[in-house]
């Protein structure tokens, strides 16, 4: 395979005159010698490396991503991580831009931060960071525009995007009010996710709000998983005063409710209404149909990747959270309360 070096010698000219006609400039080069460069290439069949080039230019024209919590091998399984990152393709092809997915995961910055010094993408971006891990103090020390989604922008000076879920648990907890609950329970996701801690903290504002006292036993953590819910949903369920509403974390966890549910022979809505978050394409299909909260997730991949090459351009982008709104989706898993 012939390289750079081989064109140099073949055609007479040096390399950095070679370069300059590869990549446009800096240094003007006569019509003449181009086009006995250019031709040389030809002979030789020389193929310049993308990499090498980006690399000259200190840029690869490539984004990259990296998913927190979500395994690598599960990011196209898992229908959070997929439309975000189907947002994220959306934004970057529409630019030209590649995007590199970092499979490796993070461990700590003495072992993982290496791996972001390589070059290998022009801007980074991180799809919900645990907030207790050095993640992302460790990559915003790197000299490499970052952009985040579900972090909390004020720990570090670094622009994110969500969707807003004071919003959206505020139109959970109002929709379950609203049908006559007021024994309503929570069951949260990952604790050491950023939207985990808003549901559960804006939950138990609003409920205080409407004159309801904090029933500790009311919310159980967890994590964004169907297990989880099956787990908690029937310690809640064989209490002796159940709740009459339970607010899952997400769709996965509503299903793991409906599992308990039926195995406990408590029907819903009828006996327990229930009220998912995410709106994942199985909530439609679900017996019953599961009421939930819509969250654009490709809007919010395509909104963090404008940012990042807002960054990658050199224009200042204020550290600061960019909110998209949810919306609640009423079927047919809420109603009243049975009296």
Do not use: C
């Amino acid at each position: 395979m012939s390289t750079i070096y081989d064109v140099a010698k073949e055609s007479g000219f040096s390399l950095s005159t070679i370069s300059n006609v590869l990549n446009n400039g800096p240094r003007p080069v006569r019509a003449e010698t181009r086009q006995r460069i250019l031709a040389t290439m030809r002979r030789l069949n020389y193929h310049p490396s993308a990499m090498a080039r980006g690399l000259a230019r200190r840029k690869t024209h490539t984004l990259g991503i990296l998913f927190g919590v979500v395994e690598p091998s599960a990011v196209v399984l898992n229908a959070y991580s997929a439309d975000v990152l189907q947002g994220v393709l959306t934004a970057a092809a529409a630019t030209g831009f590649n995007v590199t997915h970092y499979t490796n995961p993070w461990i700590d910055a003495e072992q993982s931060l290496a791996n972001f010094r390589d070059q290998r993408s022009d801007g980074l971006i991180v799809v919900a960071p645990p907030i207790d891990s050095d993640l992302m103090p460790a990559l915003a020390s790197l000299d490499l525009p970052l952009v985040a989604v579900s972090w909390p922008s004020g720990e570090v000076a670094v622009p994110s995007v969500d969707a807003d879920d004071r919003v959206g648990t505020r139109l959970v907890v109002q929709h379950l009010l609203d049908l006559g609950h007021r024994r309503i329970a929570h069951l949260m996701g990952h604790g050491n996710l950023l939207s985990a801690l808003t549901r559960r903290d804006v939950f138990l504002d609003t409920m205080a709000a409407a004159g309801i006292a904090r029933d500790p036993a009311l919310v159980l953590p967890g994590q964004y998983s169907a297990e989880t819910g099956h787990e908690n949903a029937r310690k809640l369920l064989t209490m002796p005063d159940p709740p009459t509403a339970i607010f899952a974390g997400n769709d996965e966890i509503a299903m793991g409710v409906l599992e308990a549910a039926r195995e406990l022979g408590v029907r819903i809505p009828e006996d327990l209404s229930l009220v998912g978050y995410d709106d994942r394409p199985i909530s439609a299909l679900l017996t019953p149909r599961l009421t939930t909260v819509k969250q654009p997730f490709i809007r919010i991949g395509e909104h963090a990747t404008r940012l990042l090459l807002e960054r990658i351009a050199g224009k200042e982008v204020e550290p600061v959270m960019h909110w998209l709104t949810p919306e609640l989706v009423v079927r047919d898993s809420t109603a009243p309360p049975r009296r």
